[in-house]
């Protein structure tokens, strides 16, 4: 053994020394930061821009700084594939409206610049012509002629025709599909009889029907498979000839473009991966074979291999959600690139310890509990790049692998992204909401004191264990639920971290203050899931969205069962509707039944019933609450949806080209930014067919 001596001690009193003055220097770098950091970036419509911090990227090594970075540009490179997803002239429309703005020399004090511009930004934020959360088409304010007069100034060469094409014959057709409502009035249309055909997104082909569509992928399943892969999910179903084809998105087939600059990235990020973390190279290898082939069979082993990987630093990238297709077949393209909130994640790591415990002691039938829960791992992450779907508007929480198999041999892996609810709260500060629209000062006290840390422990429970918890029948497709089954899997898992939010289980543990704590939670989601949530719906429309229809499937069902015993009512005080909670404890045993019948659903299959309840309790508005609603919101100046700014990357390198450091910068802006994704970042052709 080596004596330690007392050159050595001066050596590491010296070093300790130094670290502290690093530290020190670091504090005062973040306290400037805090000093000058500015979370609002911009607002229109009905949105407003937001920043979020990177709090601990200075802290992590020059190799895990060059991994995010690289892992970031793979994130941005996919954002051409999301745009042509959400709609076939996405991408015409949005080249378009850049080079109109790029080149324009008119009047920008003018009416209709200002509404352009608005029309702009907001196709950029939504990725494309319909509300990123409503599905509905937004319609410019500026008019017809305005936008045919700045098509025909722009040089020829800046309008996006197709081969042949002139630019009146270009403008003829791309006009309807911005100004006609009735043309590709939806993005997903879950109403109509046949959903496909409704929907404006671009998923299947012209003439593809929803009867064609499952029966296409049924013919590809077979009942007795143990392992089934997520048919359908990278590709887009169309007729040729007649005869239905898959065009899948891969390196040699559709979106070739960008996903080979998603893979020059990722192999970027592989060769400065840790050689000591196998997993983690692993999981990159394998997202990497799996663009290269496009066969599901390899994203079900890199979705393996990602539940297994507990680095760090980590990333979601490729074709993951199934929200943006009716029938929950076709994922769109997202990624979240992140590192672990060490001490944030502690919290996580009990709850993700205990899960067996919470299966155990769920109120579900004995029938739809695992018997053995494996690898659930949990933790809390800091954001340090969003793309695709997750940007600019973004998740909170993400639990993932979605295949039930996998969750059920292998486990998931369940984050809460801290950073991003930190901006969330820090934004709404002072908005006088609470005033507005809170009963009384009991409860506005409550989510004073608690209403932060309920909110992410309830993001916690929905994530870590929530979408992990329960089991399927043998037999049961996992498919059965249809175009319902975002919906139901949303239900299930907020209830889940509901009913366990009150349990004294969490006390115990010490994730929560105090067994009052879990009331800031009750009071916010169903003040939200009755009332407040409303915001996001135009006046007469429907709520489609999964997540709103999730909230207020529940909220609305309490209501209704709860009415016996008052356990809930509205309220009228000064010509002005409350949420009034009286009975906390028998609102938890509501949560807990209809837990229960949820997870029934999932777990038999039982789509009669599972459309029952979202028809029922979670679609249908109260007209005339909703106007109030309205009304009393756009007193408060508020908007109701946002979104965020990417920070940049400050790169330094050698005279040889070797990254020596990575900084992040937090000062580029809304429209610099979209500006430069477009310039720097959009390798795919104007039309994808």
């Known amino acids: 053994m080596r004596k330690i001596t007392l050159s050595f001690v001066v050596f590491v009193a010296s070093l300790l020394l130094i670290a502290c003055n690093n530290k020190k220097q670091e504090e005062k770098t973040e306290s400037e930061t805090n000093k000058n950091f500015t979370y609002e970036v911009d607002e229109f419509a009905d949105i407003q821009i937001l920043r979020y911090k990177v709090p601990g990227f200075e802290s992590l090594t020059l190799q895990q700084k060059t991994q995010l970075y690289y892992l970031s540009m793979a994130a941005i490179e996919g954002r051409d594939i999301l745009f042509d997803q959400n709609n076939k002239y996405n991408l015409a429309i949005r080249r378009t409206l850049e080079a109109i703005y790029l080149n324009y020399k008119g009047d920008k004090a003018s009416n209709d610049y200002k509404e352009f511009e608005i029309y702009l930004k907001r196709v950029w934020f939504s990725n494309g012509i319909h509300h990123h959360y409503g599905e509905e088409k937004f319609l410019p304010g500026f008019s017809k002629n305005f936008f045919v007069e700045q098509v025909k100034n722009l040089p020829a060469t800046e309008v996006p025709t197709k081969e042949n094409q002139s630019v009146d014959e270009f403008i003829t057709m791309i006009s309807p599909v911005i100004f006609d409502p009735a043309i590709m009035s939806k993005k997903v249309n879950k109403s109509a009889k046949d959903k496909i055909l409704a929907s404006a997104n671009n998923y299947y082909g012209d003439g593809v029907t929803q009867n064609e569509v499952i029966d296409f992928y049924n013919k590809m399943k077979n009942p007795n498979e143990q392992h089934p892969i997520p048919y359908g999910l990278n590709s887009r179903l169309v007729k040729e000839n007649g005869k239905l084809v898959e065009k899948v998105w891969f390196e040699n087939g559709l979106y070739s473009d960008a996903i080979k600059r998603i893979i020059f990235w990722l192999e970027k990020a592989l060769s400065v991966t840790d050689v000591r973390d196998k997993k983690q190279q692993e999981v990159i290898s394998k997202l990497i074979f799996f663009y290269k082939s496009g066969d599901l069979k390899n994203y079900d082993e890199y979705a393996i291999a990602w539940v297994n990987d507990n680095a760090l630093t980590d990333f979601v990238n490729g074709f993951t959600e199934v929200y943006g297709d009716a029938l929950g077949i076709k994922a ?99 908005t006088g909401f609470n005033d507005e629209f809170v009963w009384s000062e009991k409860e506005i006290g409550y989510l004073k004191d608690y209403g932060f840390i309920t909110d992410v422990l309830h993001t916690d429970l929905h994530e870590c264990l929530g979408h992990g918890s329960g089991k399927l029948l043998p037999g049961t497709d996992p498919n059965a639920l249809g175009e319902t089954s975002s919906e139901i899997e949303e239900t299930r898992a907020d209830l889940f971290g509901l009913y366990y939010l009150a349990d004294p289980k969490l006390v115990e543990l010490g994730v ?92 038999e ?85």
Not at 350 to 366: G, L
Not at 556 to 573: C, Q, S, T
Not at 609 to 635: F, I, M, P, T, W
Request: aromatic fraction near 10%; charge should be neutral; hydrophobic fraction near 35%.
């Open 605 to 689: 299959g039982d789509f009669k019933a599972a459309k029952s309840l979202v028809e029922n309790y979670g679609v249908k508005v109260d007209q005339k609450l909703h106007k109030e609603v309205l009304e009393r919101y756009k007193n408060l100046n508020m908007k109701p949806y946002k979104g965020f700014v990417n920070p940049t990357f400050d790169i330094t390198e050698d005279k040889d080209g070797k990254i020596t450091d990575v900084k992040i910068n937090y000062t580029e802006g809304y429209i610099d930014q979209m500006l430069r994704y477009s310039r720097e970042f959009s390798t795919l052709p104007t039309y994808n067919e």
């Open 512 to 603: 929560i203050p105090n067994a009052e704590a879990y009331k800031a939670e009750y009071y916010k989601f169903m003040m939200n899931g009755l009332m407040t949530q409303l915001v996001r719906i135009e006046p007469g429309k429907d709520i489609e969205e999964a997540h709103m229809v999730n909230r207020q499937l529940i909220a609305k069902w309490v209501l209704e069962k709860g009415k016996a015993d008052n356990v809930v009512e509205f309220k009228i005080r000064d010509g002005k509707t409350f949420v009034v909670i009286n009975d906390y404890e028998k609102l938890r045993s509501l949560f807990g039944q209809l837990l229960a019948e949820i997870q029934r659903i999932k777990s």
């Open 332 to 430: 769109s393209w997202e990624s979240i690139v992140n590192f672990k909130n060490l001490e944030a994640t502690k919290r996580t790591e009990i709850i993700s310890a205990n899960a067996q415990w919470f299966e155990n002691n769920s109120p579900i039938d004995k029938r739809f509990k695992k018997e053995e829960v494996k690898g659930v791992s949990a933790k809390v992450i800091t954001v340090v790049q969003l793309g695709g779907d997750c940007y600019p508007a973004t998740p909170i929480g993400i639990n993932l692998p979605n295949a039930d198999w996998i969750r059920k041999d292998y486990g998931s892996k369940s984050v809460t992204i801290e950073n991003i609810m930190e901006a969330y709260d820090q934004a709404g500060l002072h």
